[in-house]
Structure formats: structure tokens, C-alpha cells
């Protein structure tokens, strides 16, 4: 009996390519999701504007696009920093998960 394959969202490597803006999202070294940012001053310090959020459709429906963006979030907490969730995804992600992520706001 074969053993079932490991859910791919947990699967998921994900990286923040800072020159980029973009944190990315690797499954067996393939770029497979990405979360674009742009960086804002502000009178509370920097912030980044969540802009994008994309997974390439063969990949679409897995779960990737919220690990994508789960780790993404807890990068900039851990950096001290605030989100604006302009993209829709993660806008979205936000609202459906206040408890984890309304401090970052």
C-alpha cells in the first residue's frame, strides 16, 4: 500500500526575496507562489502594502496561496513591521483570520 502524498501547502518552502519585494513560494525548488509588497514610510514606521498574490494554476486549489501568505505574515511580525492588505487574497485572509493577524494591521 502506498502512503498518501504529503499535502503540498505543508510542503511549501517560503522565502522573502527583499530586493524583490516579494516573498516566494518553492515546492521541490519550483517557484510555484508569490506574494508581491511595496514598502511604504509612514507616520507608524514601514509598512508593507500586500499588492499581489499569485499561485500558478497548475497549482491552484491546494492550499498554497494561504501558506504563502500565513508565512509571509508571521515574517513581518517577527520584523516588527505592519501590513496593508491591498490584495484582495490577502485582505480577505486577514478578515477570515482577525485573531491571528489584527495586530498587524
Known amino acids: 500500500m502506498s502512503t498518501p502524498a504529503k499535502d503540498p501547502a505543508a510542503r511549501l518552502v517560503v522565502t522573502h526575496d527583499e530586493p524583490a519585494h516579494r516573498y516566494e513560494g518553492r515546492l521541490d525548488g519550483e517557484l510555484v507562489a508569490l506574494a508581491d509588497y511595496v514598502p ?3 507616520d507608524r514606521g ?6 499581489h498574490t499569485e499561485v500558478v494554476p497548475e497549482h491552484q486549489d491546494e492550499g498554497l496561496a494561504g501558506a504563502l501568505v ?3 505574515l508571521r515574517d513581518v511580525r517577527e520584523r516588527g513591521l505592519r501590513v496593508v492588505p491591498a490584495c484582495s487574497f490577502v ?5 477570515r483570520h482577525p485573531e ?3 495586530d498587524l494591521l
Open 46 to 51: 514601514t509598512v508593507l502594502a500586500f499588492v
Open 70 to 72: 500565513d508565512a509571509a
Open 100 to 102: 491571528r493577524y489584527a
Open 91 to 95: 485582505r480577505l485572509h486577514v478578515r
Open 40 to 42: 511604504q514610510d509612514t
